[in-house]
C-alpha cells in the first residue's frame, strides 16, 4: 500500500494521483512546520508538488504547472540547496511545454549553462528540453546540436543508474528524446533507425509510454507503416493509458490517418482507439 508517502505517489495512476495529492500536501504542510521534520517535509513537498505539475500537464490544465512549479522553488529555497534549485528550474523549462517554445529554449539553455557540475544529469536533461523547444520552432541544426550535447554528457556518465533516474537521465532516455524530436522535426517514420536502437523496457512506465508514443506518431506519418504506427500506440495504451487518451498529439495523428482511410479498410482497432481517445469516427 502506498499510504500517503510520496515515493509511491509518483507510481500511481493520475485518477488515484488526484485523490492522494490535496491530504498529502496538507499533511507535508503541517509537518514542515515542525523544525525536527522540517527538512523530510520541504522535501516530501517538492516530490508532491513535482508530481502536481506533470498531472496538470498530462491532463492539460494550463497554468497549474508553472503553479506548482513556483510551490517547488518556495520548497528549494527554504532548503537553500542549489542542486534542488537547479532541478526546479530545469523542470520550470520542461513543464512550459508549448505554450511559448522561445522561452522554454532560453530557459532551458540557462539552466544547461550553470547546472551544478555535481548534477550533469540536470545539465542533459536542459539540453534535451532546449533541442525540443528548437525542434518545436523548425530550428533542426540547433536541436541535433543540443541531442549530442546530452549524448556526449550521458556517455561521460557511462550509466543509466541511480542518482540520474531521479530526472530520469541517460543513454536510453536521450535516445527516447531523439526518436521524439525526430518526429517534431518530421522525420517521420525514419526514426525507426533511432527506435531500434531503444530498450524501452529500462525506464520507467511513463518514459517507455512515451517513448511508444512518439514512435508510433512516427510511424503513422507514412502510409505504408501506419500498422507498425497503431500498434506502438497501442502498446503505450497498455502500459499508461491515461498518458496516451490525454495526448492531443495523439488525436491529431489518429485523426490524420481516419481522415485519409476509406471506412471499409480502417480496421476495428484503429476506429476502437480512436474512440477511446476522444475521437468519433466517420460513418
Known sequence: MCGGSTACFARTELGEQTKLLPALVRDLLVAAGDPKHRRDALI????????????????GFTGLPALAIERMRAAAEKLDDPVLLADVAWRRAHLLSGTNRARQYDLAVDIADR?????PDIRGMSN??????????GDGERAEAHLA?????????????????RTDFGR????????????????????????AKIRPEA??????????????????????????????????????????????FVR???????ASTRRDVAGLELRGFAWRIGIAPNG
Open 115 to 119: 547546472a551544478p557540475a555535481e548534477r
Open 172 to 195: 536510453t532516455n536521450v535516445n527516447i528524446w531523439r526518436v521524439a524530436i525526430g518526429v517534431e522535426l518530421g522525420y517521420g517514420a525514419k526514426v525507426a533507425e533511432t527506435a
Open 44 to 59: 516530501g513537498l517538492l516530490d508532491a508538488y513535482k508530481s502536481a505539475g506533470y498531472l496538470a500537464h498530462d491532463l
Open 252 to 258: 491529431e495523428a489518429i485523426a490524420g490517418v481516419l
Open 203 to 248: 525506464m520507467k512506465r511513463d518514459r517507455q509510454a512515451a517513448f511508444w508514443i512518439d514512435y508510433g506518431r512516427g510511424m503513422l506519418a507514412e502510409r505504408k507503416t501506419h500498422e507498425r504506427g497503431l500498434s506502438a500506440l497501442l502498446r503505450a495504451e497498455k502500459i499508461a493509458p491515461q498518458k496516451v487518451r490525454n495526448n492531443p
Open 149 to 165: 550535447e546530452a549524448g556526449g554528457i550521458a556517455e561521460t556518465i557511462d550509466t543509466d543508474d541511480e542518482p540520474w533516474t
Open 128 to 137: 534535451l528540453t532546449a533541442a525540443l523547444a528548437a525542434a518545436a520552432q
